[in-house]
């Protein structure tokens, strides 16, 4: 193991950097804020989240990656150097061998565009690698054996759902549904419902403090403020944790949907070992309260919540650099 390892996941929704001798070194928000007029990059990460939905109109806060692929090259690749650069990358490490992980489905271009970011950021060795693969590792998830493995990694962009044998993706989908996509249908329920708009990050506190996808186990309500659309004036309402499930319940089912494909091209005897090993859910939307259960009962099979959800992928990254010769 080299000590210039460095390990990324390139997520649509946070940017996570993991060495083995620091262990999570790096997680802040994908997001870069940039003056319209002058392109230059004024705030990556957690100063530049604070800006969302707050900047004057020649300032704006931009997400590079959209749904887990680069949608700004040039974005992303400020937003790297800028967190390599933040770890002293050339300081520290001579020629940093990078493992980045990128979602099961997407093209060659989209993966020559991620490789190309990161090798102009300051890595020597750079590598991808699928990120429901490393997910798993990252899960402690044996998947070099010759058993199936299930997993479902539910991101900021995407929802990745493979089976894993022999260290390789047997069968996989990629869904753009996950928890952008979820904090955008509250955006849309309570639009539609009150008459009231509001931001992506107060869509995101309602999901993360009364969110559920199972009302029936949690009944929970609080006051959020946005602006009215009939009268443009300031305005709060009460929401609860039934109206969150019922703006869940399309995306939801997307996700159930995929991973009964995924389960429906496994070969047999590899299904058998889903059912005695389970499956692992990992990403932030693992976190979703009754997600679980929900998943169990539509697909027949334990469901478990990785010990280190939101760290999976990270964590995986530097396991697989190890094991690499």
Same mark, same amino acid.
């Given at each position: 193991?080299?000590?210039?390892?460095?390990?990324?996941?390139?997520?649509?929704?946070?940017?996570?950097?993991?060495?083995?001798?620091?262990?999570?070194?790096?997680?802040?928000?994908?997001?870069?804020?940039?003056?319209?007029?002058?392109?230059?990059?004024? %705030?990556? +990460?957690?100063?530049?989240?604070?800006?969302? +939905?707050?900047?004057?109109?020649?300032?704006?806060?931009?997400?590079?990656?959209?749904?887990?692929?680069?949608?700004?090259?040039?974005?992303?690749?400020?937003?790297?150097?800028?967190?390599?650069?933040?770890?002293?990358?050339?300081?520290?490490?001579?020629?940093?061998?990078?493992?980045?992980?990128?979602?099961?489905?997407?093209?060659?271009?989209?993966?020559?565009?991620?490789?190309?970011?990161? %090798?102009?950021?300051?890595?020597?060795?750079?590598?991808?690698?699928?990120?429901?693969?490393?997910?798993?590792? +990252?899960?402690?998830?044996?998947?070099?054996?010759?058993?199936?493995?299930?997993?479902?990694? $539910?991101?900021?962009?995407?929802?990745?759902?493979?089976?894993?044998?022999?260290?390789?993706?047997?069968?996989?989908?990629?869904?753009?549904?996950?928890?952008?996509?979820?904090?955008?249908?509250?955006?849309?329920?309570?639009?539609?419902?009150?008459?009231?708009?509001?931001?992506?990050?107060?869509?995101?506190?309602?999901?993360?403090?009364?969110?559920?996808?199972?009302?029936?186990?949690?009944?929970?309500?609080?006051?959020?403020?946005?602006?009215?659309?009939?009268?443009?004036?300031?305005? /709060?309402?009460?929401?609860?944790?039934?109206?969150?499930?019922?703006?869940?319940?399309?995306?939801?089912?997307? $996700?159930?949907? /995929?991973?009964?494909?995924?389960?429906?091209?496994?070969?047999?005897?590899?299904?058998?070992?889903?059912?005695?090993?389970?499956?692992?859910?990992?990403?932030? +939307?693992?976190?979703?309260?009754?997600?679980?259960?929900?998943?169990?009962?539509?697909?027949?099979?334990?469901?478990?919540?990785?010990?280190?959800?939101?760290?999976?992928? %990270?964590?995986?990254?530097?396991?697989?650099?190890?094991?690499?010769?």
């Amino acid at each position: 193991m080299f000590s210039s390892d460095i390990g990324i996941d390139l997520g649509t929704a946070n940017l996570l950097i993991h060495t083995v001798e620091g262990g999570v070194i790096v997680d802040e928000p994908a997001v870069v804020a940039i003056d319209k007029r002058t392109k230059e990059v004024l %705030a990556v +990460g957690d100063e530049a989240y604070q800006m969302v +939905g707050r900047t004057p109109g020649h300032i704006v806060a931009v997400r590079p990656l959209q749904d887990g692929v680069i949608s700004d090259f040039d974005m992303t690749e400020a937003m790297l150097s800028h967190f390599l650069k933040k770890v002293n990358v050339k300081g520290f490490f001579a020629k940093p061998r990078i493992l980045i992980c990128c979602p099961a489905n997407i093209t060659m271009v989209e993966q020559k565009a991620i490789y190309q970011a990161a %090798a102009q950021s300051g890595g020597k060795n750079v590598f991808l690698e699928e990120e429901p693969k490393v997910a798993a590792v +990252g899960a402690g998830m044996n998947i070099f054996e010759p058993k199936g493995n299930m997993i479902i990694d $539910i991101g900021g962009g995407t929802t990745d759902v493979a089976v894993l044998s022999l260290g390789g993706v047997v069968t996989a989908e990629s869904v753009r549904v996950a928890g952008n996509g979820l904090d955008e249908a509250i955006i849309r329920y309570v639009k539609k419902e009150y008459n009231l708009l509001i931001g992506e990050r107060t869509a995101e506190r309602v999901k993360r403090e009364i969110g559920t996808v199972l009302p029936s186990l949690k009944n929970e309500s609080m006051s959020i403020r946005g602006r009215d659309l009939v009268t443009g004036l300031p305005k /709060t309402i009460d929401i609860n944790s039934e109206e969150v499930a019922s703006a869940f319940e399309e995306s939801v089912q997307e $996700i159930v949907q /995929t991973a009964k494909n995924v389960l429906e091209k496994t070969p047999p005897e590899l299904s058998a070992d889903v059912i005695d090993h389970g499956i692992f859910l990992t990403g932030g +939307g693992a976190l979703l309260h009754g997600l679980d259960e929900l998943l169990s009962g539509e697909l027949q099979v334990p469901v478990f919540i990785a010990e280190d959800p939101l760290n999976c992928v %990270a964590i995986g990254t530097t396991r697989l650099l190890q094991r690499m010769k």
